[in-house]
């Protein structure tokens, strides 16, 4: 069984910085390329980074974020600088089977999601 769990998610102040985790089990973690999503209330799931499997390249929705992947503690991190009232949602990570990709169909497996709430 495949399991995805996110952690790190908090309330913070506007330009804070915060960083999430997402630890895989039940899949070779090396494998998968790892994506992270938001979605904030009333809209749809949105793409913000992910990260290859292969040779660790990554792509990101903004400037502001970081990936990163440790394959020896099978983890995924999401870095974010300068937060906004924006990054508000529900952070999800998922893995694929192939490369990156911002379409969230085309991931295979997902997290329950960590709460990111940016407010003053």
């Known amino acids: 069984q495949v399991l995805l769990v996110e952690s790190g998610g908090r309330w913070a102040q506007p330009g804070d910085s915060l960083r999430l985790s997402c630890v895989a089990s039940?899949?070779?973690?090396?494998?998968?390329?790892m994506g992270w999503f938001r979605q904030a209330p009333g809209r749809e799931r949105e793409f913000v980074a992910a990260i290859n499997n292969a040779n660790g390249g990554t792509y990101k929705s903004d400037d502001r974020v970081f990936i990163s992947r440790d394959n020896a503690k099978n983890t995924v991190y999401l870095h974010m600088n300068s937060l906004k009232s924006e990054d508000t949602g529900v952070y999800y990570c998922?893995?694929?089977?192939?490369?990156?990709?911002?379409?969230?169909?085309?991931?295979?497996?997902w997290g329950q999601g960590t709460q990111v709430t940016v407010s003053s």
């Open positions: 998922a893995a694929r089977s192939a490369g990156i990709t911002s379409l969230s169909t085309s991931y295979d497996y």
């Open positions: 039940g899949l070779t973690f090396k494998n998968y390329a």
